[in-house]
């Protein structure tokens, strides 16, 4: 990695780091505002599992293994795009995404949250909790609502190891000629490449994957008290734009189509999550936190 891209994974690591205490000291449970003018108080002990839910994915993997590989993804993105140096927008988008990752099957990962500065419409996770959103989907998003689901199918795939299993099949397919017998996990974990890395996030997951993260994310917004239905209104967005649209380009050839992720989601939530389509939309504090982020 040359020394401009060093630089940038180091300012990543930083701005990530930054909202760690305004996190630790006023976001829980009672600390992020559920009772506010835009929505009642939620009783998130209600908020149960609406779609079934597949077992969180077991790897052979280790934790440590599993963050050092998540890091030297996360410096690959952040190379080709930096992020955005601005502390009032990463603590807000850390204190959201956080909340949610809460509410998931690994919530003791250090999840970290970041808004890459591109105009590019897309959002990216890697192994062991690095979770990006591009300024240009951010800026298209209308409440917290729907932040909160985009982040949720982020980390629904990070928690069900989506990015783990492609590369270490990719690895694997690499070390079947030169290892006799089944390889080990750290023997495929060390064929992992750079280029490995690159080649999974320019080809993207497969649409089961991709679908799965669609239904778990919406549950785990939900959980954390977001109307689950805001998912919808983003890929309603994303289905109404141009498909000629460059910025889109990217997001379209690396994921399944709008309309088919819309279609699979209205089947599997119909009737299933209706009871919770009243829940915090936080529209004003969505627009009021980007508004002062950005001009403040």
Known sequence: MNRTAMKKTALFLILISLSASMYAAGFGIGGFGFGDEEGGSVDLGAVVDVISQSKQVLTDIDP????????????????????????????????????????????????????????????????????????????????E????????????????????????????????????????????????SV?????????????DDELEADEMGVVLAARAGYDPYAFMSVLLLLDSMNKEDRNLAWFLATHPSPADRLQNLEFDMRGRMDKYDDLLQGDKRFVKSITEAFEG
């Open 64 to 143: 440590e293994a599993e963050r050092k590989l998540g890091q030297d993804a996360a410096a690959i993105i952040v190379a080709a795009t930096p992020v955005i140096d601005n502390r009032r927008l990463n603590v807000y988008i850390n204190k959201v995404g956080r909340w949610v990752a809460q509410q998931s099957e690994r919530p003791d990962l250090e999840w970290r949250f970041a808004v890459l500065d591109t105009i590019g419409i897309n959002a990216y996770a890697t192994p062991g909790g690095y979770v990006f959103i591009t300024a240009g989907l951010l800026l298209r998003l209308k409440s």
């Open 145 to 192: 609502a729907e932040l909160a689901t985009v982040l949720g199918h982020e980390i629904a795939h990070v928690v069900q190891g989506h990015h783990v299993r492609a590369l270490k099949k990719t690895a694997a397919i690499g070390l079947a000629g030169t290892i006799a017998g089944a390889a080990t996990g750290n023997e495929v974990l060390a064929e992992i």
């Open 195 to 207: 280029d490995g890395i690159k080649d999974l996030y320019s080809r993207g997951l497969t649409r």
